[in-house]
């Protein structure tokens, strides 16, 4: 069985005549050149070309999304179907940049699939409503009709069966971690022809602190909070630090070029203070619907970086928070620019040891050759730190990290955040 041979990767005596069909340029691809000598691998330029390819028995395994292959005909008598996952590439709607209220609503509409797992709901006709009018706002949108319509997160594969034996697309309970690394993509190529020689930062947010030379950064803190910011542990003192990346990251790997200042917790400042400019970046942001959103015209609705901190399912809280910017259109490439760098620790303490050093990194070509911070990863590889370091300095050594560890082995990755319920 030479998929066995290649789930072992074992390349000798019965499985050595192993002949594994991948696609070109795909994160597969990437993973088989890392695994095993050319020899075994033959490249295709699609999937269709892959299963010809199995056919003509120019390959005896297939590479692909376990998604793909069941939905495919194969015949159940002469395939078999891997049943260990090699890789762990995160899938996702996308949207058009251009329309961020669609953009919000899709996403939200995915965070309903996931409360319903995670609730135990399922499709009800009964409870499955037409509008009769519109809503006044958006994030008052029936997302739950998503579920009671259509069906809960493990309804919706036509494969539901097989999802049971996939465990990181099922429901975290608070007792594994959920960190993860999302790939970075080709930062380092040039999309567009006239890029060759620019700067796309150029009259957005992004470009105005590049320009100034100094980030404005705010922290949320426990209403409660009279410490030094600076000198913080917990929650607050891990923004600080990924504050001080940010900085680092733009201006030339000067963690200090940021003015840090604190926001209370219960009295919604801090979001004010990012809707107003006052501050370009809100760390300790909890990702939650009512902030997602537009609230009206002039009052426009926030952009999450991915979650960089969880909180205590022990205690019934499973929060996530993360970096905050204005949904814009000025501050587009800034948000872009931040869940980038957000993924700094993560990569420095992952498997591929993307920061290990400074050179590492690529070059934010994709914001233009001439873009000043195109050393943006480089810098800050400097001056950031491993995820569990960054950890144990604010939170103590302790075992007991719930969700707040590097998901290394496949654990559930799935929740939703809140304000569904």
């Keep these: 069985d030479f998929v066995k041979c290649a789930q072992k990767k074992k390349r000798f005596a019965e499985c050595f005549p192993l002949a594994i069909c991948v696609q070109s340029s795909t994160i597969h691809y990437d993973f088989l050149m890392s695994e095993?000598?050319?020899?075994?691998?033959?490249?295709?330029?699609?999937?269709?070309?892959?299963?010809?390819m199995l056919h003509n028995?120019?390959?005896?395994?297939?590479?692909?999304?376990?998604?793909?292959?069941?939905n495919h005909p194969f015949s159940d008598d002469e395939h078999t179907i891997g049943r260990k996952t090699l890789g762990c590439e995160p899938l996702a709607i996308v949207t058009r940049n251009n329309d961020d209220e669609f953009s919000d609503i899709t996403k939200w509409v995915v965070q309903a699939l996931l409360y319903g797992e995670e609730k135990g709901l399922s499709r009800n006709t009964s409870l499955c409503k037409r509008y009769t009018n519109l809503t006044a706002n958006v994030s008052d949108l029936e997302f739950l009709n998503a579920v009671y319509c259509v069906g809960k997160y493990s309804e919706i594969f036509t494969f539901e069966d097989e999802l049971s034996n996939d465990e990181m697309n099922s429901v975290?309970?608070?007792?594994?971690?959920m960190l993860n690394e999302i790939p970075l993509g080709?930062?380092?190529?040039?999309?567009?022809?006239?890029?060759?020689?620019?700067?796309?930062?150029?009259?957005?947010?992004?470009?105005?602190?590049?320009g100034r030379k100094r980030l404005?950064?705010?922290?949320?803190?426990?209403?409660?909070?009279?410490?030094?910011?600076?000198?913080?542990t917990g929650l607050e003192g891990l923004t600080v630090e990924y504050c001080r990346m940010l900085s680092a990251a733009l201006f030339y790997g000067d963690s200090n070029s940021t003015n840090i200042t604190t926001y209370t917790k219960g009295d919604n400042s801090g979001f004010d203070a990012l809707a107003n400019g006052t501050i370009d970046v809100l760390g300790g942001a909890r990702v939650e619907k009512k902030h997602d959103f537009a609230i009206s015209g002039s009052v426009g609705g926030?952009?999450?970086s991915s979650p960089y901190y969880y909180g205590e399912a022990e205690v019934d809280d499973f929060s996530s928070f993360a970096l905050?910017?204005?949904?814009?259109?000025?501050?587009?490439l800034f948000s872009s620019f931040v869940n980038i760098l957000v993924m700094g620790p993560l990569y420095a303490g992952g498997d591929n040891k993307k920061y290990t050093t400074s050179k590492e990194p690529p070059l934010l070509k994709i914001f233009g050759s001439d873009f000043p911070a195109i050393w943006a990863l480089r810098d800050a590889s400097k001056y950031v730190k491993k995820y569990d370091e960054l950890y144990k300095e604010n939170f103590g050594d302790s075992e007991a990290r719930g969700r707040n560890q590097l998901n290394m082995h496949r654990n559930p990755q799935m929740h939703s955040f809140p304000g569904l319920g």
Excluded: Y
């Design 172 to 177: 975290n309970n608070g007792t594994t971690g």
């Design 186 to 210: 080709e930062l380092d190529r040039i999309f567009q022809d006239d890029q060759s020689n620019g700067d796309i930062s150029i009259g957005t947010l992004l470009g105005d602190i590049l």
């Design 36 to 52: 095993f000598p050319l020899k075994f691998i033959k490249v295709a330029r699609s999937f269709d070309d892959m299963a010809h």
């Design 57 to 70: 028995n120019t390959c005896n395994v297939i590479l692909s999304d376990r998604s793909v292959l069941l």
């Design 216 to 232: 404005n950064c705010g922290v949320i803190v426990p209403d409660e909070f009279d410490g030094n910011i600076l000198h913080s």
């Design 324 to 332: 905050a910017t204005r949904e814009t259109e000025n501050s587009k």
């Design 302 to 304: 926030f952009r999450f």
